[in-house]
């Protein structure tokens, strides 16, 4: 089954780009079940790929928000992206060491699992400085 059913309009912050990234990682899941499928370790090494330019370009656009709205909880929020830093590239390196294709979907999915986990307790609380973010460019 498709993770995009578990999007849900109450996890978005109500920035665009943040919210397209968030969804772009539900699709992933899907990606992953049709590289298992499928058996193709081309479809694993884009998803790799994704996850390496996800958690430093999206990472780097939440910091930004963060930091611009002085947002309580900044370290603690950059502390968890660093962690997620070191496990994708954990992940590439069982990889390229050919480490058995069921050892790296395992380490997909924990990460995959774990950002999940981290939009819908970490990143909700964003939501307040990106409506007031908007209320200022409105009025």
Not at 20 to 38: C, G, K, P, V
Not at 119 to 127: H, K, L, P, Q
């Amino acid at each position: 089954k498709s993770v995009m059913q578990s999007w849900t309009p109450n996890l978005e912050t109500g920035d665009p780009d943040i919210d397209n990234h968030h969804q772009e990682l539900f699709q992933l899941t899907a990606m992953l079940d049709d590289a298992i499928r499928s058996q193709s370790v081309e479809k694993l090494d884009s998803i790799i790929s994704f996850l390496e330019h996800y958690v430093i370009e999206h990472f780097c656009e939440e910091e930004t928000l963060m930091e611009t709205h002085r947002y309580a909880f900044y370290d603690h929020h950059k502390a968890e992206h660093e962690v997620f830093k070191a496990h994708v590239s954990e992940l590439r390196k069982i990889y390229l060491e050919g480490i058995s294709l069921t050892h790296v979907i395992f380490a997909i999915r924990k990460i995959l699992d774990k950002l999940v986990y981290h939009i819908r307790t970490v990143d909700i609380g964003i939501v307040g400085i990106v409506n007031s973010e908007h209320h200022e460019k409105s009025s």
